[in-house]
């Protein structure tokens, strides 16, 4: 499966390659964490520890930027440990049958001056896609490494994430909200 995305990557890479700049993660000082809201208990905190993804920037007509971001869903951890396998299920995430959850930018315009960046981004999770917006921050560290700060919301009933007797939102909270902290380093 590793293969076959990182073929994904490696394609999309000499497809857009022409003129533009490719910025890929460095995975070892990224982090992509999540938090669910619970009535009477602590959130729901996790974080997934493989992810991958790109961003490819088309610095001449600004016309073919792109970002592209996975993550492995069997790979989180989170602080109810004793539930992760519930979360796992297809109650949730149903994680064998959806093992990634992708994000994909598609399109966006950018100003190297500007470190805010608001965009949509194609959400994708057990199989189903949804708009979301997405409010970035852009911190330049050097001219080949840079800092994205990222936060994103969504409904986890949009995505049936938690069904049957889990689908109740007043002990479970509906909104998940997702932070990614990602350094990019230029190729």
Do not use: C, H
């Amino acid at each position: 499966m590793k293969v076959i995305f990182s073929l994904f990557f490696i394609f999309l890479y000499f497809e857009q390659s022409v003129a533009n700049d490719l910025w890929t993660i460095d995975k070892n000082i990224s982090s992509i964490e999540f938090e669910v809201p619970v009535l009477f208990a602590n959130n729901v905190n996790g974080k997934f520890n493989e992810f991958d993804g790109f961003v490819s920037l088309d610095l001449s007509n600004q016309n073919n930027n792109k970002a592209l971001i996975n993550v492995r869903i069997d790979s989180l951890d989170i602080n109810y440990n004793r539930y992760k396998d519930l979360v796992l299920s297809e109650f949730f995430f149903d994680a064998k049958k959806f093992p990634l959850g992708i994000i994909d930018t598609n399109n966006f315009k950018f100003n190297y001056e500007d470190n805010k960046i608001n965009l949509t981004g194609e959400l994708t999770i057990k199989g189903k896609s949804q708009n979301i917006p997405i409010n970035i921050e852009v911190i330049k560290l050097a001219s080949v490494l840079v800092q994205v700060k990222s936060e994103i919301s969504f409904s986890r009933n949009d995505f049936k994430i938690g069904t049957g007797n889990w689908k109740n939102t007043k002990i479970l909270k509906d909104r998940i909200k997702i932070k990614a902290n990602i350094f990019l380093f230029k190729e």
